[in-house]
């Protein structure tokens, strides 16, 4: 009995060895394979249609990240926006990315990579697009009243400039909207948009001026509802609409369905307004406000 107990202890005692050994080597085996990833090194950037190293990129654009140990990469960063990547793209030496068309909100000129062996920075500026002004949403807006804005690009702007040489006061903007506050003496003509990376002007007009046939004052209709033009040298104090520039028209009317004419809608230009090139080429603009009820 008393060699037998021995035995089974003999036995449990190489069976504990080998597991512990076992143990040791998945243990050995484990740090190897986390060894094996490497910590990540960005040696050059260049663009993919040929080995020409750049030092900075624009938004939008494909480009090559070169180095070693990057085939483990999980996150790639220009500035604080992560881009997105396709993994089969990804080999030890290289990655193929696009830089993503999405503005920082904090800007270090830095691509940073994160793979499972670690994380690698390069310097290397993205490129801010100066802004592109496009439109004006409302044209006629008085002095010291708001003026919008509609484009893209309008990052870290310096300011707004309108006709007249006039600066306006920057009241929010976003990278797509400005709203300003329209100075005194501004000036029919195009707004200019200054930011860090550039200069542009609206395609739109503010206060166009250009071909205007009917105006309520020195352009008034020649028959219609003519009695429906206000002055606001003579409206009530509380009248529902503040005039924009000199007299306008103003309606308030119920109609039924079947009504086809109604003499007072009618705003008739009779004329001999001449414009240049094709008639295709030119919009029908109003200004228009419309009330709640």
Request: net charge negative.
């Amino acid at each position: 009995m008393k060699k037998y107990i021995t035995t089974i202890s003999e036995k449990l005692s190489w069976l504990m060895m080998a597991l512990v050994i076992a143990a040791a080597g998945y243990f050995v085996t484990s740090c190897e394979q986390e060894e094996d990833y490497g910590v990540p090194v960005i040696t050059k950037v260049r663009i993919v249609a040929k080995d020409s190293a750049i030092t900075e990129g624009q938004m939008g654009q494909m480009i090559v990240i070169q180095g070693k140990n990057l085939s483990s990469t999980m996150h790639i960063y220009f500035n604080n926006v992560e881009a997105f990547f396709m993994p089969t793209l990804l080999t030890d030496k290289n990655i193929i990315v696009t830089i993503p068309g999405v503005f920082p909100t904090e800007i270090n000129n830095k691509i940073t990579v994160v793979t499972k062996g670690g994380q690698a920075t390069y310097d290397f500026p993205v490129l801010i697009p100066p802004p592109d002004a496009d439109t004006i949403p409302l044209e006629y807006v008085p002095d010291g009243e708001i003026l919008q804005i509609k484009g893209k690009y309008f990052v870290n702007l310096i300011k707004v400039v309108f006709p007249g040489e006039v600066e306006g006061t920057i009241v929010s903007y976003t990278d797509k909207l400005i709203n300003v506050k329209v100075p005194e003496g501004a000036q029919p003509g195009k707004v200019k948009v200054y930011a860090v990376a550039g200069m542009d002007s609206t395609d739109s007009w503010f206060r166009d001026n250009r071909n205007v046939f009917v105006n309520f004052d020195d352009k008034p209709i020649c028959w219609g509802g003519d009695a429906y033009v206000r002055d606001p040298e003579t409206l009530p104090s509380d009248f529902p609409v503040k005039p924009i520039s000199g007299k306008f028209y103003y309606l308030k009317q119920d109609y039924g369905d079947n009504q086809w004419w109604v003499q007072e809608t009618v705003i008739a230009y009779c004329g001999d307004l001449q414009v240049e090139g094709n008639p295709a080429d030119y919009d029908l603009r109003f200004e228009m406000w419309v009330g709640d009820t």
